[in-house]
């Protein structure tokens, strides 16, 4: 049975700093893994997809890497800003499922 | 227009209600899905619609209960809840035809309480 691990649960950090949020999974068999922003009482908003041949996405102030091996995947925000004070989800699709498996997401804040 | 609509916002119903939460997306997409959220954990998957066929059931009570009217809606009706089922409900869809590349985009959700 897949399962997905975030850490940490929650993380603080002063504005301006660059930071990694951890997303492992247990079966290394899957379509893809991706990240998803949500603020509180919200929807969720998809970051990036990263297909399970793929190394790495990027978008704007955001990479994410995947290591499909060794069941990681690493989503690296540069130079965090208060508006990123979220909680972040990952979540893997396993194959032939339509079903994502979500981690229980880290919290995020950003002090100005 | 990546965006999925979820309508009431807010939903406050008793036990012996009957309401209807709907769902729409004019992304072209063929796969929609509900998901229930209780605070402070993820998302959980309830339902899945792929083609307009349910493809997925979670083993979800029988007081939820999700129609597909066309490729573009989403329904889910609900009867005879209960306080615990009190959560927020989201929407999804994706495109359902290239696993590898299946974003979900998803919906701002609807905040149900049950008294």
């Known amino acids: 049975k897949q399962e997905v691990t975030q850490i940490p649960a929650a993380l603080s950090v002063p504005e301006g700093e660059n930071l990694v949020l951890n997303c492992s999974f247990t079966?290394?068999?899957?379509?893809?893994l991706q990240w998803f922003r949500q603020d509180p009482g919200k929807g969720l908003t998809s970051l990036l997809l990263i297909q399970s041949s793929q190394r790495e996405q990027t978008s704007g102030r955001l990479n994410a890497s995947l290591d499909k091996s060794s069941g990681r995947s690493t989503l690296y925000i540069a130079a965090s800003q208060p508006g990123d004070s979220a909680t972040y989800l990952c979540a893997v699709r396993p194959p032939l499922n339509e079903k994502l498996v979500f981690g229980k997401g880290t919290k995020l804040t950003v002090n100005p | 227009d990546t965006e999925v609509t979820q309508t009431p916002k807010h939903l406050v119903m008793g036990m012996t209600n009957k309401k209807s939460l709907k769902c729409e997306q004019h992304m072209g997409h063929r796969a929609m899905y509900w998901y229930k959220q209780k605070a402070k954990k993820p998302p959980e998957l309830m339902f899945v619609?792929?083609?307009?066929?349910?493809?997925i059931n979670e083993s979800v009570p029988s007081r939820f209960s999700p129609e597909c009217p066309n490729s573009s809606l989403l329904n889910l009706h609900l009867h005879a809840l209960q306080p615990e089922d009190s959560a927020l409900y989201l929407c999804?869809?994706?495109?359902?035809?290239?696993?590898?590349?299946?974003?979900?985009?998803f919906g701002p959700g609807t905040r149900l309480t049950v008294l």
């Open positions: 999804a869809s994706s495109q359902g035809v290239n696993a590898d590349t299946d974003t979900q985009y």
């Open positions: 079966d290394s068999a899957i379509y893809n």
């Open positions: 619609y792929s083609y307009e066929k349910l493809s």
